[in-house]
Nanobody, 122 residues
């Protein structure tokens, strides 16, 4: 089970940190992805992290503003979002790719958290 939290309402330029805690299994060999879905739009890849290597990659739209990290002891992955913009408004999801594949395709992910809403006002 994945539990995402940390969403909220804030003004443009602000920062927010989302958390995604896994329970029932360890993430040691998985790839963790963050996605978001705005109203009327398809779910899109935000970024991801290899749990074993710690390597990360990001969508161009968030590169330089968002940072993904992990805490092995807590079995939790984080999405630090800085310099938020109104276009970042979306439900944000974490997801597990259980074979450790670094992919930005929604269909490649096996487990999903319930999503947490991020709303950025201008």
């Amino acid at each position: 089970q994945l539990q995402a939290s940390g969403g909220g309402l804030l003004q443009a330029g602000g920062s927010l940190r989302l958390s995604c805690a896994a329970s029932g299994y360890t993430l040691s060999s998985y790839y963790m992805g963050w996605f978001r879905q705005a109203p009327g739009k398809e779910r899109e890849f935000v970024g991801g992290i290899s749990w074993s290597h710690g390597s990360t990659r990001y969508a161009d739209s968030v590169k330089g503003r968002f940072t993904i990290s992990r805490d092995n002891a807590k079995n939790t992955v984080y999405l630090q979002m800085n310099s938020l913009k109104p276009e970042d408004t979306a439900v944000h999801y974490c997801a597990v790719q259980k074979y450790g594949l670094s992919t930005d395709a929604v269909m490649d992910y096996h487990y999903w958290g319930q999503g947490t809403q991020v709303t950025v006002s201008s």
